[in-house]
């Protein structure tokens, strides 16, 4: 019988406790009627739910994203000389990419106002901006990752001896 770590462990009571929440979403509670100046939606009642399990998904992995990274590169700093840096080793190139394209996203993003849906006009700058970095970083990075998926597929990064 194979043996559970405690990360395979942690991997699947998050899958399992996503896999009810969008359940939750998407199969209960669709009877609510929300009005929004004379517009009347019917709107799901764990909207706020999938919301908070998202933010609490993104925060843990960031949090184990940076927090591994600093980890490494702490141990790695120590035991310098007892170990090679392998060719493998693209964390710092991955993060100070990312980290261009986010500057490079705010620079291109205008932060122009919006008409929203009873025909008001949305004016925050500082949130327009923001949305659209988000939104052309999103853009660029899945782009890469399909890339980058397709060029391991082929066998580009693969390692020749």
Same mark, same amino acid.
């Given at each position: ?12 009571? /998050? ?16 009877g ?27 925060i ?6 940076f ?11 120590k035991?310098?000389?007892v ?9 710092g ?34 949130? /327009?901006?923001?949305?659209e ?19 391991s ?9």
């Amino acid at each position: 019988m194979k043996k559970l770590s405690v990360s395979s462990i942690v991997l699947w009571a /998050l899958i399992i406790i996503s896999v009810i929440v969008l359940l939750m979403f998407y199969c209960f509670g669709f009877g609510n009627i929300d009005t929004i100046g004379t517009n009347t939606y019917t709107a799901p009642m764990h909207t706020g739910t999938l919301i908070v399990w998202l933010y609490i998904l993104v925060i843990l992995c960031a949090g184990s994203v940076f927090g591994f990274a600093i980890y490494n590169a702490i141990f790695k700093a120590k035991h310098k000389s007892v170990e090679k840096v392998k060719a493998t080793d693209w964390a710092g190139y991955v993060l100070l990419g990312t980290l261009v394209i986010v500057i490079i996203s705010s620079i291109c993003a205008g932060g122009a106002p919006v008409r929203l849906g009873d025909n008001s006009l949305f004016e925050n700058t500082f949130l /327009l901006k923001l949305s659209e970095v988000c939104l052309f970083s999103i853009y660029v990075l899945v782009v890469l990752a399909i890339l980058a998926t397709a060029a391991s597929m082929i066998g580009l990064f693969k390692t020749r001896k």
